[in-house]
């Protein structure tokens, strides 16, 4: 089986799931042409205090985290199916390289799993494991969570990593029409962001709010951009160059930009 892909999707607000755009067609575009056996995902919407806990259910609740949008939104089921040997899996390896891991059988799939998932494979019908965000991590700590379960790509397993490219609530334009110019802080730091990918300078990606242009304006916290460290993570050990899936905004300043590994086959 070839290698499966690390991806990294923006995942906008819970409202592009009603919905139709570029960014939704992107998206089916690479459930159409990628069958991985199953997705390990980490959403920036997962963060545990006990570790980077692994989830499993034989069929994922969804869980809808989110208040203001229309009842349609919380009415939304996307029936995943868990994947217990592989999650499993993930849970041993995490605990063998001395990272806090175990088994959570309660937790469903937050809208930061279950909005890429839905237009990627709407079927619902590829098995999910979804890794949490460990409270007490760093970034170099997320990476090398990617590191360790990079293996898993060379088995069929796709990484996805489900947050935003550029991610502050306070700053927000919520009137703003979608096809126009982002603010320039926020382009700036996305440029960047690409940049660091492309050049595989990844010891950079993980100082990012140190070294990039605007980036604590762009994360003032950083659970959004943790994802996309993940992904690189399990992309860091192939030479693989970084593809860009999809580039655009939403409200100003909201990234919806989406970014992979070892998809070429999709440009």
Not at 2 to 18: E, N, Q
Not at 157 to 171: F, P, Q, R
């Amino acid at each position: 089986m070839d290698r499966a892909p690390s991806i990294f999707i923006s995942h906008g607000a819970p409202s592009v799931l009603t919905e139709t755009g570029p960014w939704q067609l992107a998206l089916e575009m690479i459930g159409r042409d990628i069958s991985p056996r199953a997705v390990v995902v980490m959403s920036a919407h997962w963060r545990s205090r006990t570790g980077f806990d692994v989830g499993f259910q034989p069929q994922f609740d969804t869980i809808h985290d989110f208040s203001g949008f229309s009842d349609s939104l919380q009415q939304f089921k996307y029936p995943a199916k868990g994947h217990q040997d592989l999650a499993q899996q993930c849970v041993d390896l995490l605990n063998g390289a001395a990272f806090s891991s175990s088994l959570d059988l309660s937790r469903g799939l937050d809208h930061g799993s279950f909005v890429p998932l839905h237009f990627m494979w709407p079927k619902a019908d590829v098995p999910v494991v979804p890794v949490a965000i460990s409270a007490k991590a760093t970034p170099q700590d997320v990476f090398r969570v990617g590191e360790i379960l990079a293996p898993l790509r060379q088995d069929g397993v796709l990484v996805l990593g489900s947050g935003g490219m550029v991610h502050n609530l306070g700053s927000i334009e919520w009137q703003k029409p979608s096809d126009s110019s982002p603010d320039t802080w926020a382009a700036e730091f996305e440029d960047w962001v690409i940049k660091a990918l492309s050049d595989r300078d990844f010891s950079a990606l993980c100082d990012f709010r140190d070294v990039a242009p605007h980036g604590k304006e762009a994360h003032p916290t950083w659970e959004h951009f943790a994802p996309l460290v993940f992904a690189a993570g399990a992309a860091s050990a192939w030479d693989e160059e970084l593809q860009e899936l999809y580039r655009g905004w939403a409200f100003g300043n909201l990234s919806m930009s989406c970014v992979g590994f070892g998809v070429e086959h999709l440009n």
